[in-house]
């Protein structure tokens, strides 16, 4: 860490209306199998760099700041959130942050030339650039993500998601997505391939659900292939799930506060079908998240549907995660669509015994 920067221990220790300036160290997972983990440095006049900007008068720094900047600078998606290090004068905020390439329709630079390797490799590469402060935050932050607790990363990914989903202008951005209704309808809509084409009626859980916009949204498509699809979500943000119940009063006992590594029905229920995003934990922990989810959540002979969003690489994929947790796959979406081009990877499903 450089001399100039200290250790955010508790994020709810700083005060953020103060900070004028933010770092960003982005990083993208590899293949898990070998815990790979990825710096990304951008071009910048002639240099590698990590992405730094100014906190606008009006933004957020968790909300806006820390998303914009690194998609402006050298058009990198954030998706996962930490703050590390705060200067002394309590100005300039360093985050980490996993994600990847931006290929949607936010403002950002599409074109910007990446380095990409090991932090190790990327600090030398800083240093010899005579970057010493940035190759030493770059270190720092591989320390810090290195060190994350399951319940710190919790509680960052609350905080990140809770202002940005509430604010949201539409409900596709309540539930996370930046797009148009077209675009929602062809990036989730594959999910309908899960559908068990023996069964009329289906009883759906959205895990994340957010503003149970997914979860009533496949209510609606499913009756176009004449399936009655009852629609649930848990979420483990409280102020989301209470979102969800305003927005839809007429199913608020649908929708529930949980953890999807723990989360259980209240009177045991279980559902045929069962949606869950893979970077909900991580990736050591997805075992634990498909067992459970098999045990405990869906129904004997129903479906458990996994998936991981955006445009990772093939060793992200959640055919490669799942079957690197141990269970074999039973079935798979189309590729999404977005923006009338294919777009990452399809979900998957394991079915559970009947």
Same mark, same amino acid.
């Given at each position: ?6 250790? #955010? ?25 070998? !815990? !790979?983990? #990825? ?7 002639? $240099? =590698?760099?990590?992405?730094? !900007?100014?906190? +606008? ?9 820390? *998303? $914009? ?51 190790? @490799? ?9 970057? @010493? ?15 994350? +607790?399951?319940?710190? $990363? ?5 905080? +990140? ?8 202008? +539409? ?20 999910? *309908? @391939? ?36 009852? &629609?649930? %979500? ?15 009063? !007429? ?11 723990? =989360?259980?029905?209240?009177? %045991?229920?279980? /559902? ?9 934990? &991580? ?43 141990? /269970?074999? #796959? ?18 998957? =499903? ?5």
């Amino acid at each position: 860490m450089p001399p100039e920067f200290r250790a #955010v221990d508790d994020p709810d220790d700083v005060d953020w209306s103060r900070v004028t300036q933010v770092s960003v160290v982005c990083f993208v997972d590899d293949d898990d199998a070998t !815990g !790979g983990v #990825v710096l990304v440095l951008h071009a910048r006049e002639g $240099r =590698w760099a990590i992405p730094t !900007g100014r906190r +606008t008068p009006d933004e957020d720094v968790w909300d806006d700041a820390v *998303l $914009r900047i690194p998609l402006e600078t050298m058009g990198f998606r954030r998706q996962e959130t930490h703050p590390f290090a705060l200067d002394s004068d309590g100005r300039h905020a360093v985050f980490w942050v996993n994600g990847g390439k931006y290929a949607g329709t936010r403002l950002h630079a599409p074109d910007v030339p990446w380095w990409t390797g090991s932090i190790a @490799d990327g600090a030398a590469l800083l240093r010899a650039q005579g970057d @010493d402060a940035p190759a030493a935050l770059a270190e720092a932050a591989g320390a810090a993500r290195a060190a994350m +607790t399951y319940e710190r $990363r919790v509680a960052d990914e609350h905080r +990140t998601l809770v202002g940005a989903y509430l604010s949201a202008a +539409t409900p596709e951005g309540g539930s996370g997505f930046g797009g148009s209704d077209e675009e929602w309808r062809e990036a989730r809509g594959v999910l *309908l @391939d899960a559908l068990d084409p023996a069964r009329s009626r289906v009883r759906f859980l959205d895990h994340g659900c957010a503003n149970g916009h997914l979860a009533v949204s496949m209510a609606l498509w499913a009756r176009e292939r004449d399936v009655e699809l009852d &629609p649930y %979500g848990a979420d483990i943000a409280a102020e989301l799930v209470a979102e969800a119940k305003a927005e839809h009063p !007429g199913l608020a006992s649908h929708f529930f506060v949980g953890d999807a590594l723990s =989360w259980v029905h209240p009177a %045991g229920d279980r /559902f045929d079908l069962v949606h869950v995003l893979l970077d909900f934990v &991580p990736s050591s922990a997805h075992p634990e998240l498909i067992r459970h989810q098999l045990d405990h959540v869906v129904a004997p002979g129903g479906r458990l549907v996994l998936s991981e969003y955006g445009d990772p690489p093939s060793s992200r994929s959640a055919e490669a995660q799942v079957t690197r947790a141990g /269970f074999v #796959v039973a079935g798979r979406t189309r590729q999404p669509i977005r923006g009338g081009r294919e777009r990452g990877f399809p979900s998957v =499903w394991v079915d559970a015994l009947g």
